[in-house]
């Protein structure tokens, strides 16, 4: 199965526990990346979520930066509202020494009312953690699996309509390859007759030159200009990329490898072309292992 490394999944809701009522709303996309790189924005105090998200997404992800995040609210803003003593002990002796080190320097500060003590962060703890975070812990596991199942359906989806064109990609290099091959032919009979007359000029011009020698080189010449190794790798990469499309394991660093293996045939016949025909099929296959190259780096 062809899977896209981008995708994105939303999931939202209620949960119910004992510590009290929450609504939470999770964010789940990714792009490209050369290896699984998984980065996450949680609420504090939840142990162990991060950890077990990091290894459920392992176990069916295996490539592309993916970000989770989570927005916890509890559905009574004014539930599980807890008054940090230690923290407001904290804030009034900060609060007296910067008073005293005022009035050392002249200065006469306002009063602080009790509501702003109350809004100095951390005075009053409003998170999950100010009650017991193990049963919201375990409600959100559960809301894991089907967060990932829908994050991977979306790249499902997409990994499908790229596997669509890069098939049809793949058929128009094997349609281009065919067409090669015919210009090949054609070609063969020009450049028979271009070497027999090189080799009659050479042969009027210096008498003296080994006549054996000269059908030599200029066999070389045919043979350094034969295009028939380049097509035959082309069809054989061809098929070598419809085995990985239809392979269910991540296919995507194999592909892009063979994409360069394609773009370095694709050149060589061009720079063996010496014909207007063939250099024309050899800039229609760049240009279409380019197009191939840029879906298949999307790929896992």
């Known amino acids: 199965m ?36 998984l980065r996450f924005r949680l609420p504090d105090g939840l142990d162990g979520l991060e950890g077990e998200l990091r290894k ?38 900060m609060l007296a020494q910067a008073e005293r080190q005022a009035e050392a320097k002249g200065f006469a500060l306002a009063p602080m009312t009790a509501a702003d003590l109350l809004a100095l962060r951390g005075v009053i703890d409003t998170g999950p953690e100010a009650t017991d975070p193990a049963p919201l812990t375990a409600a959100l596991l559960g809301q894991i699996d089907p967060l990932i199942e829908a994050f991977d359906t979306t790249r499902q989806h997409e990994g499908a309509a790229m596997q669509t064109v890069l098939e049809r990609q793949l058929s128009q290099i094997e349609g281009l390859v065919q067409a090669a091959h015919a210009a090949a032919g054609d070609r063969r009979d020009a450049q028979v007759e271009t070497l027999r007359a090189a080799l009659a000029r050479l042969s009027e011009a210096a008498p003296q030159l080994d006549q054996g020698r000269l059908e030599q080189e200029l066999a070389l010449i045919a043979v350094k200009t034969d295009i028939t190794e380049e097509l035959d790798r082309l069809a054989a990469h061809c098929q070598a990329a419809r085995a990985l499309l239809a392979n269910d394991s991540p296919m995507g660093r194999k592909l892009d490898f063979l994409m360069q293996e394609f773009n370095r045939e694709a050149n060589t016949l061009c720079s063996k072309a010496q014909n207007g025909e063939l250099t024309r099929i050899g800039l229609d296959l760049k240009t279409l292992i380019d197009q191939m190259r840029e879906q298949v780096q999307n790929l896992e």
């Open 56 to 93: 459920r997404i392992a176990a069916r992800i295996a490539r592309g930066n993916v970000s989770v995040s989570l927005k916890l609210t509890r559905a009574d803003p004014g539930a599980g509202l807890r008054l940090n003593a230690p923290a407001l002990e904290a804030a009034l002796t």
């Open 2 to 37: 062809v899977k896209s490394m981008t995708g994105f999944a939303a999931l939202g809701g209620e949960i119910s526990t004992s510590s009290g009522a929450f609504s939470c709303q999770w964010d789940m996309r990714a792009v490209n990346g050369r290896g699984l790189d």
